[in-house]
């Protein structure tokens, strides 16, 4: 089974994260980029499937030059190789344009299944999997918990608002996976090493057979028009229980109203 | 006036919450025409309630083939109600749901897409607070018409009764539509507490309750402010409670009026997912834990002592 695992290189959410003022896209000038944490989920997914059922494990990510270190970081864990969607028309382009882009390159490669986080830390909107879906007219498993494959015939477990439900469907498709689906690997030495040797082709624009102004700043379908950092939560009262804490707490939330 | 379209999300013949935002939302930029999706007979319990809050009119879609497979169908529905009826905008909620359509739906008509916005003005140009709380972006849709999913507890739904008239729609289905078959549908943990993101008061717990078992206290207390159960990812992976209630980065986004933190130090991971909510309550036995940050009022103590305390005052106040 032939998996490609979409990847996304992010400002880490642990540190402070900015728009820039000049054109509103993400600053990554200010933050620390890292890995989309979920898409480590979905490389072990990949990496277990490999194991068992052999095939080749390619990781895609379209971004700047820089997103090349969000490749490596997942070729080490040990996918065969990687695509990298690279094009400085590319920058400021919406998800509508950005699924546009993937799933032109998903056709070059035409994998078995397609792996990807449930969402990225930066954005949170989680609509990537069924946009691509929607486009290559294949099935799109999201938010699983749990994927079984047996043949061609894919089985995932989702999380539900009320509990779960299960759903199934034929290769080709596309599953994202939530981090409840397994621990990721640490790379090893060894898996960092020849990640520097695994071939990482770049492929632009042209090559996908899309013109600039489908993407970027001129072809997205929504626009940022402004951004205002909001004011840090002020602390409140801080009180230290000396034996009516819960009284107080409770003596706060009636002049407050809850109760 | 211009109907928009709001996609209903119901559950156990009862209108969500986020639902009744929406409508309300809607009414301050056209007519507001509910998008009822079910299996056959499920809109005729949903009429009433929708028509309180001002749905004038009611599309009701109705077939098994929508609830056997998952959103694709629901996508090709209303891209073809958006030809027919030509709406000002089309709402739904931020649930995983509502976005997975709304994100068929965008690449189906080529329109932009705005998720998880807290507002959305008449002139189409949207709020959303991102990057944890800590960025308000204003956006708007620079291609079609104004396609939005609303962050739940964003609106104050408010009535506005009128008397729905419903049109049933039919729309064929292709074989593209049908790819993801549900076969089974399990309920869990379905309690008489509200849902985790609609809840108004939400109690959660973390690494401090120290075990499963001491999650009763957590649950005690949000029973007792009418709240649902919330839980940090340092509780959920050291097993104390499900998963699916996990408040933060890779969990669930709650914007409650009151949000309660008991034994939660308040790592960013946690505070993306919560940091929105009107009023923040914390316990926590380390003066020094982050979630003091942000607490309008913080208890440092015994959590074993604090809680009991309190949700024995509550009951004498009741």
Same mark, same amino acid.
């Given at each position: 089974?032939?998996?490609?695992?979409?990847?996304?290189?992010?400002?880490?959410?642990?540190? +402070?994260?900015?728009l820039?003022?000049?054109?509103q896209? %993400?600053?990554?000038?200010?933050?620390?980029?890292?890995?989309?944490?979920m898409?480590?989920?979905?490389?072990e997914?990949?990496?277990?499937?490999?194991?068992?059922?052999?095939?080749?494990?390619?990781?895609?990510? /379209?971004?700047? +030059?820089?997103?090349?270190e969000?490749?490596r970081?997942?070729?080490?864990?040990g996918?065969?190789?990687?695509v990298?969607?690279?094009d400085?028309?590319?920058?400021?382009?919406?998800? @509508?344009?950005?699924?546009?882009?993937?799933?032109?390159?998903?056709?070059?490669?035409?994998?078995?299944?397609v792996?990807?986080?449930?969402?990225?830390?930066?954005g949170?909107?989680?609509v990537?999997?069924?946009?691509?879906?929607?486009?290559?007219?294949?099935?799109?498993?999201t938010?699983?918990?749990?994927?079984?494959?047996?043949?061609?015939?894919?089985?995932?477990?989702?999380?539900?608002?009320?509990g779960?439900e299960?759903?199934?469907?034929?290769?080709?498709?596309?599953?994202?996976?939530?981090?409840? %689906? $397994?621990?990721?690997?640490?790379?090893?030495?060894?898996?960092i090493?020849?990640?520097?040797?695994k071939?990482v082709?770049? *492929?632009?624009?042209?090559d996908?057979?899309?013109s600039?102004?489908?993407?970027?700043?001129?072809?997205?379908?929504?626009?940022?028009? +402004?951004?205002t950092?909001?004011?840090?939560?002020?602390?409140g009262?801080?009180?230290?229980?000396?034996?009516?804490?819960?009284?107080? *707490?409770?003596?706060?939330?009636?002049t407050?109203r809850?109760? | 006036?211009?109907?928009?379209?709001?996609?209903?999300?119901?559950?156990?013949?009862a209108?969500?919450k986020?639902?009744?935002e929406?409508?309300?939302?809607?009414?301050?930029?056209?007519e507001p025409?509910?998008?009822v999706?079910?299996?056959?007979?499920?809109?005729?319990?949903?009429?009433?309630?929708?028509? +309180?809050?001002?749905?004038?009119?009611?599309?009701?879609v109705?077939?098994?083939e929508?609830?056997?497979?998952?959103?694709?169908?629901?996508?090709?529905?209303?891209? !073809?109600? %958006?030809g027919?009826?030509a709406?000002?905008?089309?709402?739904?909620?931020?649930?995983?749901?509502?976005k997975?359509?709304?994100?068929?739906?965008?690449?189906?008509l080529?329109?932009?897409?705005?998720t998880?916005?807290?507002?959305?003005?008449?002139?189409?140009?949207?709020?959303?607070?991102?990057?944890?709380?800590?960025?308000?972006?204003?956006?708007k849709v620079?291609?079609?018409?104004?396609?939005?999913?609303?962050?739940?507890n964003?609106?104050?739904?408010?009535?506005? =009764?009128?008397? =729905?008239?419903?049109?049933?729609?039919?729309?064929?289905?292709?074989?593209a539509?049908k790819?993801?078959?549900v076969?089974?549908?399990? @309920?869990?943990?379905?309690?008489?507490?509200p849902?985790?993101?609609?809840?108004?008061?939400?109690?959660?717990g973390?690494?401090?309750?120290?075990?499963?078992?001491?999650?009763?206290?957590?649950?005690?207390?949000?029973?007792?402010?009418?709240?649902a159960?919330?839980?940090?990812?340092?509780a959920?992976?050291?097993?104390?409670?499900?998963?699916?209630?996990q408040?933060g980065?890779t969990?669930?986004?709650? !914007?409650?009026?009151?949000?309660?933190?008991?034994?939660?130090?308040?790592?960013?991971?946690?505070?993306?997912? /919560?940091?929105?909510?009107?009023?923040?309550?914390?316990? $926590?036995?380390?003066?020094e834990?982050? %979630?003091?940050?942000?607490?309008?009022?913080?208890?440092?103590?015994?959590?074993f002592k604090?809680v009991?305390?309190?949700a024995?005052?509550?009951?004498?106040?009741?």
């Amino acid at each position: 089974m032939n998996i490609v695992v979409l990847v996304k290189q992010v400002p880490d959410s642990g540190a +402070e994260r900015e728009l820039r003022s000049d054109d509103q896209t %993400i600053d990554r000038s200010s933050a620390n980029n890292v890995l989309n944490e979920m898409d480590e989920y979905a490389v072990e997914e990949a990496l277990k499937l490999q194991e068992a059922l052999g095939g080749e494990v390619t990781v895609l990510t /379209m971004g700047p +030059e820089q997103a090349g270190e969000a490749i490596r970081k997942a070729l080490q864990m040990g996918p065969d190789k990687a695509v990298h969607v690279l094009d400085g028309a590319l920058h400021g382009s919406c998800a @509508v344009a950005t699924s546009k882009v993937l799933a032109a390159a998903l056709r070059t490669l035409n994998p078995d299944l397609v792996l990807a986080g449930a969402e990225s830390t930066d954005g949170r909107v989680q609509v990537m999997p069924h946009m691509i879906a929607e486009r290559l007219g294949i099935a799109a498993l999201t938010g699983a918990r749990k994927l079984t494959v047996d043949g061609g015939t894919l089985t995932v477990e989702r999380q539900t608002e009320e509990g779960y439900e299960v759903v199934t469907a034929a290769t080709p498709a596309i599953v994202s996976v939530w981090d409840t %689906i $397994n621990e990721p690997r640490y790379p090893s030495l060894k898996g960092i090493m020849a990640a520097k040797k695994k071939p990482v082709q770049t *492929l632009s624009l042209a090559d996908l057979g899309i013109s600039p102004d489908e993407v970027g700043f001129a072809g997205s379908t929504s626009t940022v028009v +402004e951004s205002t950092k909001r004011p840090p939560r002020q602390a409140g009262t801080k009180v230290t229980d000396s034996g009516d804490g819960g009284v107080q *707490l409770v003596e706060f939330l009636a002049t407050e109203r809850f109760v | 006036m211009a109907e928009v379209l709001v996609v209903v999300e119901h559950s156990g013949g009862a209108v969500k919450k986020l639902t009744l935002e929406l409508l309300t939302l809607a009414r301050t930029l056209g007519e507001p025409a509910a998008v009822v999706f079910g299996a056959p007979g499920s809109a005729a319990a949903l009429t009433g309630r929708l028509g +309180e809050y001002g749905a004038a009119k009611i599309y009701a879609v109705q077939s098994d083939e929508l609830t056997g497979y998952l959103v694709a169908p629901k996508a090709t529905v209303l891209a !073809s109600l %958006i030809g027919d009826v030509a709406p000002a905008a089309v709402l739904l909620g931020s649930t995983q749901e509502g976005k997975e359509i709304a994100g068929r739906l965008a690449v189906k008509l080529d329109n932009g897409l705005l998720t998880d916005v807290s507002d959305l003005a008449a002139d189409g140009t949207a709020t959303q607070v991102v990057f944890a709380g800590s960025t308000i972006v204003r956006s708007k849709v620079s291609r079609g018409l104004p396609l939005a999913t609303l962050r739940p507890n964003s609106v104050a739904p408010v009535p506005a =009764p009128v008397t =729905p008239a419903v049109s049933p729609v039919e729309v064929p289905l292709s074989d593209a539509d049908k790819l993801v078959k549900v076969v089974d549908r399990v @309920v869990e943990q379905k309690g008489s507490r509200p849902e985790l993101t609609e809840a108004s008061v939400v109690v959660s717990g973390g690494r401090g309750l120290g075990s499963a078992e001491n999650f009763k206290l957590v649950e005690e207390l949000a029973d007792l402010l009418g709240g649902a159960v919330g839980a940090s990812r340092a509780a959920t992976d050291s097993g104390f409670y499900p998963h699916q209630f996990q408040v933060g980065q890779t969990g669930k986004t709650v !914007s409650p009026q009151l949000y309660v933190a008991l034994g939660i130090s308040g790592a960013i991971q946690h505070r993306a997912g /919560m940091q929105t909510s009107k009023t923040i309550v914390a316990v $926590n036995k380390d003066a020094e834990a982050p %979630i003091f940050e942000l607490a309008d009022f913080g208890v440092v103590g015994d959590l074993f002592k604090v809680v009991p305390q309190a949700a024995e005052e509550i009951r004498k106040r009741a």
